[in-house]
């Protein structure tokens, strides 16, 4: 498990992480109305503290909010303001590794029954070391029994605290059956994603992801992984992807913030390919890490010094 951070950003100021609490009676409680975003920061080898697409993590906050009716955040929060919290939070804490940084904006409003537009919210942010949270050696991934949450129940597109819920059951079954993660399908049977990463099929030369109304999370780093791609003159196909087509799928692999990119060696007991990392993930694997580092030219636009 990750090792927090002393210090957090909570309700205006920084505090140490024990005097960083919301009331039982908010609604962030009651009915898991947050959302969050997390973002990396690596330090490259000048020491120069890198976060990596850190506007797009602002703007998927702010979208998260509009989509679920939290209308009051974005009035509050400006992209300046909120770089200027991360850099703070960084400083207070003497940050010398690579780091994840969560971002939540809770509605912290007491027994507000169930409605959300017009109620008071705070936003917390904290650090935690950079442990993936599946190898980069590779994954063994079980499809779930618990089916993802469709987008017109709970909103795929935004990171929505309380729909977690649905991944932390179908994570578990893998893990109670020796898996690493989960694939989830949805309603319809097609391949969505894995309880917090996305996934990437490679058949004949292309690269293949299911689409984006495949009741999935628009990732951040499942962008960054089709723009390295297309950089590297590969097709990448975004469609409705069949769980068939990764049992005899050339390389499978997920990608996501906390994920990095994980090659997938075994689905439901099947090998994948020849059960190795295969040299097309392999690629991109170092590509996306180098991009992240600022190690390569690719894409400087997505790197913020802080």
């Not at 989830?184 to 309880?195: K, P």
């Not at 190795?276 to 010094?305: A, F, Y």
């Amino acid at each position: 498990m990750a090792t927090m951070y002393k210090n957090v950003y909570f309700d205006g100021k920084i505090v140490d992480a024990d005097k960083a609490k919301l009331s039982v009676a908010s609604s962030a409680v009651l009915y898991g109305l947050s959302v969050y975003t997390v973002f990396p920061v690596h330090i490259n080898g000048d020491g120069e503290k890198l976060a990596f697409r850190l506007q797009d993590h602002y703007k998927r906050l702010v979208n998260s909010s509009k989509i679920i009716g939290i209308n009051t955040f974005v009035e509050k929060w400006d992209y300046a303001s909120f770089l200027d919290v991360v850099k703070e939070l960084l400083a207070s804490n003497d940050v010398e590794d690579d780091i994840y940084v969560r971002a939540t904006v809770h509605v912290d409003e007491q027994i507000a029954g169930t409605k959300v537009r017009g109620l008071k919210h705070t936003l917390s942010m904290f650090i935690y070391d950079a442990v993936p949270i599946l190898s980069p050696e590779g994954c063994r991934l079980k499809t779930s029994l618990w089916r993802r949450i469709p987008d017109n129940s709970i909103p795929s597109r935004a990171k929505v605290n309380g729909a977690y819920v649905n991944s932390v059951l179908a994570k578990q079954d893998a893990l109670d059956s020796g898996y690493d993660d989960c694939i989830f399908l949805d309603v319809q049977g097609h391949v969505c994603e894995l309880s917090a990463a996305n996934i990437f099929v490679v058949r004949h030369g292309k690269l293949i992801t299911p689409s984006n109304a495949s009741d999935l999370l628009e990732g951040i780093n499942r962008n960054t992984v089709i723009m390295l791609a297309k950089d590297m003159g590969l097709e990448v196909e975004e469609r409705t992807v069949d769980l068939t087509e990764l049992y005899v799928a050339d390389e499978v692999f997920a990608c996501g913030t906390s994920a990095n990119i994980s090659p997938v060696l075994e689905i439901d007991g099947r090998t994948i390919g020849s059960g190795e990392v295969g040299e097309l993930t392999s690629k991109i694997q170092e590509e996306h890490m180098q991009s992240r580092h600022s190690t390569n030219d690719c894409h400087p636009e997505w790197l913020v010094s802080l």
